[in-house]
């Protein structure tokens, strides 16, 4: 996502010192006591379907869903209709080059059943789904060589078909009341509503990134384990849980350890444990690590980094917090003045064995890379002042919120005092270096104000050591305050070795490649070079979507010549909704069953 971001699974239970010390004993005592009776006792499924009706007509009679309405300005965030076959693609500009890998350029993101977003109102209040909500729907380009030196290109799309997913789909209507933002009172209602009748507080979206381990693809969001996909049909073929040894939320950013090619994963939940971290092994099979980080509250962290060594932690002022939530504050809030950590912990440490760097307040959601540089630790980041997520306080103007939010990217400049209304939605490239034998802590901004970035991404072959290279897609400020939605019009690359001595020689190099007017893409990926010598040899792909002629393409461009045209402009036929991340699988690729009816 912005993507990320965040979408957490909220079990009963609350956390909070002083007055709610007693009360989180008493909630655990009878969470612990539930769990045991819903152990031990059996219900009749007659009896259970029974009640599960009369809460149905419950719901029914007392929440009115109410659908969310877009915007013009807002149209390609809303949802496309799944496909029943795969689409030949013979539209192309340029020329997919002759050493661009065969494979499979993948991207997630939200596309809701039944319309689009919703918001319900009832005698406790209204609750609402926020932005980044909506089941998960994968778009999907295939890229096969043929024999002859040509390309076969496919498309094709489908939802990412969880349990909650399914569950929707049989009742064929909105069903899950939304349990993130609203009137505490219609929140937790919606808590205990889901999870009478559906056994789950919220739905399982699987709609921010997709990733591969051993030789298998996920699709994966914050809120829930990850869904194993088949890569070439894009059919959804079960939750990944490693074998039952991981029965919690799991970031949508895992990360393969440099040299075992272990995939170092974390699970954020409301409720202790906060924070979890495990160590999956190379093959997928065994969790052969697992540590409670013993967090005293629950931070919204998106995305884990790792280097040779270590396991990087951030611990940011955005959290979710029940007791909040109780009282009658918003579930998810960030706190302008609260503290920042960034832990880095040996891959197989403990809680103890984590090393706490006090940093200067901030929300970071994504990680650029991470590596060891002597005694130090670097870590890069798209750093900003505010949250994305979830948004205004209740009962604020959402568009004027987030319009006002994009559109202040001049008070960027951390040198200028702002109150927290007119911080905006500004994101900088950045750097902590942190001293693992005297604790020092040294930070700076890396990129300028002249434009925000995010979604970063970097040649995979160097995650978790030291790299040159990064690339970013930049936020069009106008067109973002204009839509009260993120809309990404270029891409950057970052030079983190070659001074910018247009701005100031603290800061890198960067070069942009710029999309034409309301032009915006989503999900880029590197793609190396098979035989490249260099880190940069290789091409970004991304999707894009014109407005002004509603069609969607997806561009190729060559990072070694960064600002020129893209090599090949692939046009498609069918609308792709902005979404947050993707990723490219080089792999070899099936002769696909495809339409060629491109209508």
């Known amino acids: 996502m912005q993507s990320s971001y965040l979408k957490l699974q909220v079990n009963c239970s609350l956390q909070k010192p002083s007055i709610s010390h007693n009360f989180d004993h008493f909630k655990s005592r009878l969470s612990s006591a539930f769990k045991q009776l819903s152990l031990r006792i059996s219900v009749p499924k007659t009896i259970k379907n029974s009640f599960v009706k009369l809460l149905d007509v419950f719901v029914d009679q007392m929440f009115e869903f109410v659908d969310q309405p877009l915007l013009p300005s807002q149209r390609n965030f809303a949802p496309v209709d799944a496909l029943r076959e795969a689409v030949l693609v013979t539209n192309i500009d340029g020329e997919i080059p002759e050493d661009f890998p065969e494979g499979v350029y993948i991207r997630n993101g939200p596309n809701p059943l039944f319309g689009g977003l919703k918001s319900t109102k009832s005698m406790f209040g209204s609750s609402n789904h926020i932005w980044v909500e909506g089941e998960g729907m994968l778009h999907a380009l295939y890229l096969k060589k043929e024999t002859d030196g040509s390309w076969n290109v496919v498309y094709m799309n489908r939802h990412v078909e969880s349990e909650t997913f399914k569950q929707e789909k049989q009742r064929n209507r909105s069903s899950f009341l939304p349990a993130i933002e609203g009137d505490s009172l219609a929140i937790l209602s919606a808590y205990l509503l889901n999870l009478l009748r559906f056994g789950k507080i919220n739905k399982y979206i699987s709609n921010t990134n997709i990733f591969e381990h051993a030789g ?65 092994s190379a093959d997928g099979d065994k969790l052969v690590h697992h540590v409670d980080l013993k967090l005293s509250r629950c931070s919204l962290c998106h995305e884990i980094g790792v280097t040779q060594r270590y396991n990087v932690f951030l611990d940011y002022p955005l959290s979710i917090d029940l007791t909040r939530l109780a009282f009658g504050g918003p579930l998810i809030k960030y706190e302008h003045e609260g503290y920042a950590k960034i832990g880095i912990m040996p891959r197989y440490g403990d809680a103890d064995s984590v090393k706490w760097f006090d940093v200067e307040p901030n929300c970071t959601f994504h990680i650029i890379n991470c590596f060891e540089d002597g005694d130090e630790v670097i870590v890069w980041g ?48 950045y750097e902590w270096r942190l001293n693992m034998q005297n604790g020092d802590v040294k930070e700076r901004n890396l990129s300028g104000t002249k434009v925000s970035m995010d979604f970063p991404m970097i040649n995979g072959g160097y995650t978790g050591i030291k790299n ?33 001595n247009t701005e100031s020689e603290e800061l890198i190099k960067v070069e942009y490649h710029k999309f034409e007017e309301n032009i915006f893409c989503t999900g880029g990926a590197f793609v190396p070079k098979g035989r490249g010598v260099e880190e940069d040899d290789g091409w970004i792909i991304t999707f894009l979507h014109n407005e002004d002629t509603n069609i969607s393409q997806v561009y190729i461009i060559d990072t070694k010549k960064f600002t020129d045209e893209p090599v090949a402009e692939i046009t ?13 699988m080089s792999i070899p690729v099936q002769t696909q069953k495809a339409s060629r009816n491109e209508s």
């Not at 498609?572 to 490219?584: D, E, K, Q, T």
């Open 216 to 280: 298998k693809f996920y699709s994966v969001a914050e809120n829930h384990m990850p869904q194993e996909i088949d890569i070439f049909t894009l059919e959804t073929l079960g939750n990944w849980d490693v074998n039952g040894a991981w029965s919690r939320p799991f970031t949508s950013h895992p990360k393969k350890a440099p040299g075992t090619g272990e995939l170092v994963i974390m699970g954020v939940d409301a409720t202790k444990p906060f924070v979890e971290i495990g160590v999956i």
């Open 382 to 429: 798209c750093r900003a002042l505010e949250s994305i997520i979830p948004g205004p306080d209740l009962g604020l103007n959402k568009f004027e919120w987030f319009s006002k939010k994009f559109r202040h990217a001049e008070l960027a400049d951390e040198s200028v005092d702002t109150s927290p209304d007119d911080v905006p939605l500004f994101s900088r490239v």
């Open 468 to 500: 040159k290279y990064g690339y970013t897609q930049i936020v069009d400020s106008i067109a973002s305050s204009a839509s009260g939605m993120p809309k990404y019009g270029g891409l950057a690359k970052l030079s983190f070795e070659e001074p910018d």
């Open 572 to 584: 498609l036929s069918h609308r792709v909704p902005y979404g947050f991340h993707g990723a490219f």
